[in-house]
């Protein structure tokens, strides 16, 4: 795999090109090459352009963990998220904002996209109740009751100031009855376009330049209701959608099946946003059906858990025939813990739960997942993705 770059500056010129489209600010995006239904793209956002397809570092509370913004563009990160949710509560965006908006706040000069914090909410189905006009639940931080809605989750964004900005949605567990799935399909149209109607009261601007919202396909396993779902956020119209609802629980080859059913409705010339898939195998399944832009926290987590991703698959360091090993990691890896380090000395900083240990494997593995896409982009664009995906996975 080759190493991608960073984010790529525009000029002055593209930096003012933002384009509106069904009364959004929409950040142009174009396919360059298809192989299959696999897209190579560019999408230019005022802060950079960004190509797909393009894995996207999970900043959760505001810094991607063990990861300075230095090293994130070193890795070649292009794009990184945030956590609407967990900000809006601590430290509040209000503080976010006074101290400069997210941006400044995570020191990274390139697009940011926040989530709605919907998934976060329906995660704490404990406590939350969920009606039309949103879901009031507990803050996992101090107990208080907390209301959102999609005025609130829109409101939250604009202060943030990110980029790309989320619809707040239902997200239903994987293994949800029909009825609880159609419900939300149901609640997450409605909430999409309240959403709309809230970002465009601000002209589509949050505190720190233009914003791009996107809408969130939901349906669960269900074909039917994806196809609904797509055909009522497609009738309110967004710059680019996502699938959300998946990788929640469900079976693997039944999630593969309709992330293809959901991207071939989806429109050809919009972005596509598969939400919470990080494995190298899945990230390239994804890829050959249809998908753009995907974010997970697993390279990060599994790295502070001693795990490092490799071409020949997962290398656990915590395991006993690494102490004396002298290999690097990869030997084709261009980062830190590949060009300084033998396996035995990673063992022994894993084992002692050394920063650096969990600083030198995050890099590793945003390294490898960067290289990773750049290497499937290239091979979208010379004609050979099938073969390329066929390699790795077999691996993986």
């Not at 465009?200 to 609904?228: F, N, W």
């Not at 980062?335 to 300084?340: E, L």
Request: with cysteine; net charge neutral.
């Amino acid at each position: 795999m080759n190493e991608a770059n960073g984010p790529q500056q525009l000029s002055p010129a593209a930096k003012a090109c933002v384009s509106r489209d069904e009364g959004l600010p929409s950040f142009p995006f174009a396919v360059e090459a298809r192989d299959g239904s696999a897209r190579a793209g560019l999408l230019a956002t005022p802060r950079g352009v960004v190509q797909t397809p393009c894995f996207m570092p999970v900043g959760t509370k505001g810094t991607v963990k063990a990861m300075s913004p230095e090293r994130l563009a070193r890795v070649g990160a292009r794009i990184i998220l945030a956590n609407t949710y967990h900000l809006a509560l601590r430290p509040g965006s209000g503080v976010v904002s006074t101290l400069g908006g997210l941006h400044r706040f995570m020191g990274w000069d390139g697009p940011i996209l926040t989530d709605s914090g919907g998934f976060q909410v329906f995660s704490l189905k404990h406590t939350a109740k969920v009606d039309d006009g949103g879901a009031a639940f507990d803050s996992v931080y101090d107990g208080s009751r907390q209301v959102f809605t999609p005025r609130r989750s829109i409101e939250e964004q604009h202060r943030l100031g990110a980029d790309i900005i989320m619809c707040f949605d239902e997200c239903p567990p994987g293994d949800s009855p029909r009825q609880l799935v159609e419900r939300a399909v149901r609640r997450t149209s409605l909430w999409a376009a309240a959403c709309k109607e809230v970002h465009l009261e601000t002209g589509g601007e949050g505190a720190d330049g233009p914003q791009m919202l996107l809408g969130i396909v939901q349906g669960g396993v269900h074909t039917d209701l994806r196809a609904r779902s797509v055909s009522e956020l497609c009738g309110i119209g967004f710059p680019g959608y996502a699938l959300g609802g998946l990788s929640v629980g469900e079976e693997r080859q039944r999630m593969l099946d309709i992330a293809a059913f959901t991207a071939e409705r989806l429109p050809k010339e919009r972005i596509r946003y598969f939400m919470g898939i990080g494995d190298p195998a899945g990230v390239l399944e994804v890829v050959e059906r249809g998908i753009d832009l995907f974010d997970c926290v697993l390279p990060t987590r599994t790295a502070r858990m001693g795990t490092a991703f490799t071409e020949e698959g997962r290398v656990n360091l915590r395991n006993a025939r690494h102490i004396r090993s002298t290999d690097p990691l990869d030997e084709d890896c261009p980062c830190t813990a590949c060009r300084t380090f033998s396996r035995g000395v990673l063992r022994h900083l894993v084992m002692q739960k050394e920063i650096l240990g969990l600083e030198l494997l995050s890099e590793h593995n945003l390294t490898f997942m960067t290289r990773l896409v750049a290497a499937a982009r290239e091979a979208i664009i010379a004609g050979r993705f099938a073969s390329f995906k066929r390699g790795l996975v077999g691996k993986w």
